[in-house]
């Protein structure tokens, strides 16, 4: 009996000892440390609520910038230079107007609906994922959702590009461009039609990220615009 009593304290601080080393790792693994949540003033838990309520809000204030008219703007490829200016000295501006302004009509029908598939990569994050933008840098959250997004955004509006185009007519109006700008103009080419989609697509992802970026900006500068007490504590930890 007497040795029971020793082997029960020795089994005891052993369990404790192995407990605290693995919610130390898990700390670890997450990447926030139990002193950038103390300077934070959060929780594991709440920084994962606040990182998630933080980008769901991101994601919707850069929705209600690309609403807007005139902010999705597609410009032609670079490939058309050359066509461009051969229409421009013969007069033929309008036409490649047109063209352009076919392009553009594809990017803003397809655009708001990067804003369902952004807001489906935020509920798997976890919480390495959250911290990451405690004390990350300046433009975390935009990569953050950069690099979770990007593949399913480009998967599932390809298809939706393509519809798109096919719908208004744009590869025929850019091989339209070539009978009006001459035979010397052949030597040009135009793109293909997997060529333009892609274009679109390329487009249509930059300026969904460039406002992402640019609503991010701004709520570093005031976290409290996120009106959540947990998502401003997140957004204002970012490094100078």
Do not use: C, W
Not at 13 to 20: D, P, Q, R
Not at 195 to 211: A, K, P, R, W
């Amino acid at each position: 009996m007497s040795l029971r009593r020793p082997l029960r304290v020795a089994l005891s601080f052993f369990l404790t000892s192995v407990a605290l080393s693995l919610a130390a790792a898990e700390t670890a693994k997450s990447g926030a440390s139990p002193e950038a949540l103390k300077a934070a003033g959060l929780t594991s838990a709440q920084l994962l609520a606040g990182a998630k309520t933080g980008l769901g809000m991101l994601v919707d204030y850069a929705a209600a910038d690309m609403a807007k008219p005139g902010a999705v703007n597609v410009s032609a490829p670079s490939s058309m230079a050359k066509l461009e200016s051969a229409l421009k000295r013969l007069n033929q501006s309008a036409a490649f107007d047109s063209f352009k302004a076919s392009l553009n009509q594809s990017a803003v029908s397809v655009a708001p609906q990067t804003t369902a598939i952004l807001k489906g990569a935020i509920g798997p994050l976890t919480l390495a994922d959250a911290s990451s933008l405690l004390g990350g840098a300046p433009d975390s959250a935009t990569k953050l959702l950069r690099k979770t997004a990007e593949t399913n955004l480009r998967t599932k509006l390809m298809p939706l590009v393509a519809q798109a185009i096919a719908a208004n007519g744009t590869a025929a109006k850019a091989k339209d461009l070539l009978a009006k700008a001459g035979p010397m103009a052949a030597m040009m080419g135009v793109p293909s039609v997997g060529d333009l989609e892609n274009h679109v697509l390329n487009q249509v992802l930059e300026t969904s990220f460039g406002y992402l970026a640019k609503q991010e900006a701004a709520v570093r500068a005031n976290p409290a615009a996120l009106k959540d007490a947990f998502a401003a504590k997140v957004f204002a930890s970012a490094k100078k």
